[in-house]
């Protein structure tokens, strides 16, 4: 009896345990922590990975290893014959793309594989990158981290601080096939010094073709559009009026929003079912850094109010980039479909080019809430 029971369990746990079959132990396993997409002289996909390299005795603390192949899958083979351990798609946590690679439509298919194989991670940081992609995998700074994490950790801080976007391949893939939303993603460069930096956020349109890119300061006004902004945002501005002493600009305002509620309202005329939103934007602020004397302990109400005018030009600057190109980062196309949806279903397919055509009106009203601890 006893040993009819010890045959019973085993077989119980041979069929629960059916994974066990294809594990792949630490030490037999090659980690890349970033994924990277690129073109070559001749326009063939071009496949960057970098590994850290686990070794006191290495001088270089990272591998890099490329492979020129039609699918990211058959390049796997490539980049696997030039790294010690198996390689394992489990451990990305940034994926690279060109703006060169970018700057063609339907890229995204190819990245296929990473959806369809249940082995490969999709909470990578998307950065497109300003330039070709070996310029930055090779790069390898002495004074900076690694170079996965030094992105990640760029993308992450800045991110919340409504500096630049945290899109993931998740949720890219979301981006990519919501009719009512175009992608958006971080974008870096290098700098005079080669030096790595972020510059703000790429755009795409519906296809993910890259169409425009916002600086850190634009990209704080598309999170305020997008009602995303969770923490504070620092916002420097110029009122006009104010007396400019050469070479200081000091006609300037630093301020941060401590509380920002963005409310969208659509509405869609009978001429031809054109599209209005009406965006109405509170903001409390406190100040951070004025360089022109202004009694604010008495006098709050007028710098406020050059505070939102100076705001809404802004945002109306911003609207009208992206309504020249088409796009909406913003996803006013959610609001139509959510509120106005038999006008919204008619231009869904082509819902950028119904945003070019909306009338967008932006109110904004700004409550200086904190001055500082001096007076």
């Not at 934007?281 to 505070?307: A, G, R, V, W």
């Not at 397919?349 to 007076?375: E, F, Q, S, Y």
Request: net charge positive; proline share 4%.
């Amino acid at each position: 009896m006893k040993r009819l029971l010890t045959i019973l369990i085993f077989a119980c746990l041979s069929t629960i345990l059916p994974g066990c079959a294809d594990r792949l132990d630490m030490e037999d396993a090659s980690i890349p922590l970033t994924l990277g997409l690129d073109l070559g002289a001749d326009n063939e996909p071009i496949m960057y990975s970098t590994f850290p390299v686990f070794n006191k005795s290495a001088k270089k603390k990272t591998q890099e290893t490329y492979a020129r192949a039609q699918t990211m899958r058959q390049s796997r083979a490539e980049q696997d014959a030039h790294s010690a351990g198996v390689f394992s798609g489990r451990n990305y946590q940034v994926f690279l793309v060109s703006k060169r690679m970018v700057q063609h439509e339907d890229w995204f298919q190819m990245m296929d594989v990473i959806f369809r194989d249940s082995k490969n991670t999709v909470s990578d940081r998307v950065i497109m990158f300003d330039g070709p992609l070996d310029e930055i995998i090779y790069l390898n700074p002495k004074d900076q981290p690694l170079l996965p994490i030094l992105l990640r950790s760029m993308v992450d801080t800045k991110s919340s601080k409504s500096e630049t976007v945290n899109t993931n391949l998740q949720e890219l893939h979301r981006q990519i096939y919501e009719l009512g939303l175009t992608p958006a993603i971080s974008e870096v460069g290098l700098d005079s010094k080669k030096k790595i930096r972020l510059n703000g956020t790429a755009l795409l349109n519906h296809k993910g073709k890259y169409v425009a890119s916002l600086n850190a300061e634009e990209t704080v006004l598309l999170r305020i559009l997008q009602n995303k902004v969770k923490k504070s945002a620092s916002i420097t501005l110029s009122i006009p009026g104010k007396a400019k002493h050469s070479p200081f600009e000091t006609d300037k305002v630093t301020f941060s929003t401590d509380q920002t509620r963005t409310r969208t309202k659509t509405i869609t005329s009978t001429n031809a079912g054109k599209f209005r939103f009406d965006i109405d934007i509170k903001m409390k602020i406190s100040l951070y850094e004025m360089l022109f004397p202004h009694d604010i302990e008495n006098n709050s109400t007028e710098l406020e109010q050059k505070i939102s005018e100076q705001m809404k030009k802004q945002f109306e600057s911003l609207i009208k980039k992206i309504q020249q190109q088409a796009i909406d980062p913003i996803g006013l196309g959610l609001h139509a479909r959510a509120f106005e949806y038999d006008e919204y279903k008619a231009v869904k397919k082509d819902w950028g080019k119904a945003l070019a055509n909306a009338d967008i009106r932006v109110t904004i009203k700004t409550t200086i809430d904190a001055m500082g601890p001096i007076k």
